[in-house]
């Protein structure tokens, strides 16, 4: 191995101690009241609901009906909107089309004393009640007001079909439009009500529940019972308003097939005593190390701190291209596996080292053998951790997820199962694995050539050597 300069050490020791500073403190900056983000800190961790407590919710389809998946995708609109209208914004929505169901999980609120689950959820599964009313006016609370209020034109049992389209003949070019097909009674109804606000360039809101979606103006009179809907659509948020406009005639009302709910002390709790365990973990394998291996278990107690602070980062959306992740206490397991594996990377290397010293090589010739010789038992150990890692984030991520793809060919039978806690659990498992050969084989070889380049660490015994016979004037053996 080519000779790693002095100064190496102290270059990898102070990014790695920034990098450990950054992402747990983050870095932020207020002009007056307005905070804004550049590094995003552990205070930001998004937490499950095992750990901040929540509902955890699965509905299905009534028994004898066949949904189909425009059905459900439109049934998620509907619970979507109405988590947001119960100030539920950080939720999470699954669809498994194999056996008709819709997940939804969503954490407490901080602080949150007077929030009923089970009303809410009754209230997530009851069927939507789509409608096209006259003009756009609203009360205080954004419902329906005046003539909006009094002036149904249409229902959602009066569209036969919503669908995203996209529109070439529009004169500034061609636009995301949403297509709607109407019944005959509803083309009736339509037709009169658009002749009516065509003469008066009035529009047409429509409305889920006691929300505006759209509120278009009418710009023809339509007699054929086909209309569009034109805004400032793209491909998704046309589809999403297609589906919330089928919702409001769906046939079935959800069934609620499991319910359970989780109490944020209980989940605080479980946090705190995870948090502890770890760090009383960390600290005893730190001295474990130090004083078994001596200068190797110091270095792999840096590189330790930086493989934690890597995989701390990936939850927390420190790096910009990609989004934080959801922190669950099998992801904190996660984490602690990870480390194990870490410990388990420095441990070999060590072995190695001190093999090879205590068989009379050179210092140099020991640590460059000595990382030789271990890479391959440690690359076998975390490429096993990572297929186990890829394999629980396939089997229980999200449909749409990169591993449930790649392995859709051995999962698809199933349906996704979405146990967001079990997929936490793999992808900090893969995360601190994959971190691991970074920070306890690249970062920790080079520490460990450029100390060995001061007299001062050249001594066998600190890489943990028998010492010399003195009495003899032996050397190590």
Same mark, same amino acid.
């Given at each position: 191995?080519?000779?790693?300069s002095?100064?190496?050490?102290f270059?990898?020791?102070?990014?790695?101690?920034?990098?450990?500073?950054?992402?747990?403190?983050?870095?932020?900056?207020?002009?007056?009241?307005?905070?804004t983000?550049?590094?995003?800190?552990?205070d930001g961790?998004?937490?499950?609901i095992d750990?901040? @407590? +929540?509902?955890? &919710?699965?509905?299905?389809?009534?028994?004898?009906?066949? $949904?189909?998946?425009?059905?459900l995708?439109? /049934? !998620?609109?509907?619970i979507?909107?109405?988590?947001?209208?119960?100030?539920i914004?950080?939720?999470?929505?699954y669809?498994?089309?194999?056996?008709d169901?819709?997940?939804?999980?969503?954490?407490?609120?901080?602080?949150?004393?007077?929030f009923d689950?089970?009303?809410?959820?009754?209230?997530l599964?009851?069927?939507a009640?789509?409608?096209?009313?006259?003009?756009?006016?609203?009360?205080?609370?954004g419902?329906?007001?005046?003539?909006t209020?009094?002036?149904?034109?249409l229902?959602?049992?009066?569209v036969a079909?919503?669908?995203?389209?996209?529109?070439?003949n529009n004169s500034? @070019? +061609?636009e995301? &439009?949403?297509a709607?097909k109407l019944?005959?009674?509803? $083309?009736?109804?339509f037709?009169?009500?658009? /002749? !009516?606000?065509?003469?008066q360039?009035?529009?047409?809101?429509i409305?889920?529940?006691q929300?505006?979606?759209?509120?278009?103006?009418?710009?023809?009179?339509i007699?054929?019972g086909?209309?569009?809907?034109?805004?400032?659509?793209?491909?998704?948020?046309?589809?999403?308003?297609?589906?919330?406009?089928?919702?409001?005639a769906?046939p079935?009302?959800?069934?609620?097939?499991?319910?359970?709910?989780?109490?944020?002390?209980?989940?605080?709790?479980?946090?705190?005593?995870?948090?502890l365990?770890?760090?009383?973990?960390?600290i005893?394998?730190?001295?474990?190390?130090?004083?078994?291996?001596r200068?190797?278990?110091?270095?792999?107690?840096?590189?330790?701190?930086?493989?934690?602070s890597?995989t701390?980062a990936?939850?927390?959306?420190?790096y910009?291209?990609?989004?934080?992740?959801?922190?669950?206490?099998?992801?904190i397991?996660?984490?602690?596996?990870a480390?194990g594996m870490g410990?388990?990377?420095?441990?070999?290397t060590?072995?190695?080292?001190?093999?090879?010293?205590n068989?009379g090589?050179t210092?140099?010739?020991?640590?460059?053998?000595?990382?030789?010789r271990?890479?391959?038992a440690?690359?076998?150990?975390?490429?096993t951790?990572?297929?186990?890692?890829?394999?629980l984030m396939?089997?229980?991520?999200?449909?749409?997820?990169?591993?449930?793809?790649?392995?859709?060919?051995?999962?698809?039978?199933?349906?996704p199962?979405?146990?967001g806690?079990?997929y936490?659990?793999?992808?900090t498992?893969?995360?601190?694995t994959v971190l691991?050969?970074?920070?306890?084989?690249?970062?920790?070889?080079?520490?460990?050539?450029?100390?060995?380049?001061f007299?001062?660490?050249?001594k066998?015994?600190?890489?943990?050597a028998?010492a010399?016979?003195?009495?003899?004037?032996g050397?190590?053996?």
């Amino acid at each position: 191995m080519k000779k790693v300069s002095k100064p190496v050490f102290f270059v990898v020791f102070f990014l790695i101690a920034l990098f450990a500073v950054s992402v747990v403190a983050g870095f932020k900056y207020y002009y007056g009241d307005n905070e804004t983000v550049i590094i995003k800190g552990t205070d930001g961790i998004r937490f499950g609901i095992d750990i901040k @407590g +929540g509902v955890d &919710v699965t509905f299905t389809v009534p028994e004898g009906i066949n $949904a189909t998946e425009e059905q459900l995708d439109a /049934a !998620k609109e509907v619970i979507v909107q109405r988590m947001v209208n119960l100030s539920i914004n950080d939720y999470e929505t699954y669809i498994d089309y194999n056996s008709d169901r819709i997940i939804v999980r969503f954490p407490w609120k901080e602080n949150e004393t007077n929030f009923d689950p089970e009303a809410a959820v009754k209230e997530l599964g009851e069927t939507a009640e789509l409608s096209f009313r006259e003009g756009s006016e609203t009360d205080e609370n954004g419902a329906p007001a005046g003539t909006t209020a009094s002036n149904v034109i249409l229902t959602g049992s009066d569209v036969a079909e919503a669908y995203a389209a996209y529109d070439n003949n529009n004169s500034s @070019g +061609g636009e995301w &439009v949403v297509a709607l097909k109407l019944n005959p009674e509803g $083309a009736k109804k339509f037709s009169d009500a658009t /002749a !009516k606000l065509y003469e008066q360039n009035g529009s047409i809101s429509i409305w889920m529940d006691q929300t505006m979606i759209s509120a278009p103006r009418v710009n023809a009179v339509i007699t054929d019972g086909n209309a569009t809907i034109s805004g400032s659509f793209d491909a998704e948020s046309s589809k999403k308003l297609a589906d919330q406009i089928n919702s409001g005639a769906l046939p079935f009302k959800l069934v609620t097939s499991s319910f359970s709910t989780i109490s944020p002390s209980l989940g605080a709790g479980a946090l705190d005593a995870m948090v502890l365990a770890g760090v009383i973990a960390f600290i005893a394998i730190a001295v474990y190390m130090i004083f078994v291996y001596r200068l190797p278990g110091v270095i792999a107690v840096i590189c330790l701190v930086g493989q934690v602070s890597g995989t701390l980062a990936f939850v927390s959306g420190y790096y910009g291209f990609r989004d934080s992740s959801i922190l669950t206490i099998p992801g904190i397991a996660g984490i602690i596996l990870a480390v194990g594996m870490g410990v388990d990377a420095n441990v070999i290397t060590a072995e190695r080292i001190k093999e090879e010293l205590n068989a009379g090589k050179t210092l140099n010739g020991a640590l460059t053998n000595g990382y030789s010789r271990a890479f391959s038992a440690i690359l076998d150990g975390n490429l096993t951790m990572v297929l186990v890692a890829i394999i629980l984030m396939g089997a229980f991520g999200t449909s749409d997820s990169i591993w449930a793809k790649v392995l859709s060919f051995a999962f698809f039978m199933f349906g996704p199962t979405t146990a967001g806690t079990i997929y936490s659990f793999g992808y900090t498992l893969l995360t601190g694995t994959v971190l691991n050969l970074f920070f306890g084989v690249l970062c920790a070889r080079l520490m460990t050539m450029s100390l060995s380049g001061f007299n001062i660490f050249k001594k066998p015994w600190l890489y943990g050597a028998k010492a010399a016979d003195r009495s003899k004037g032996g050397d190590v053996k």
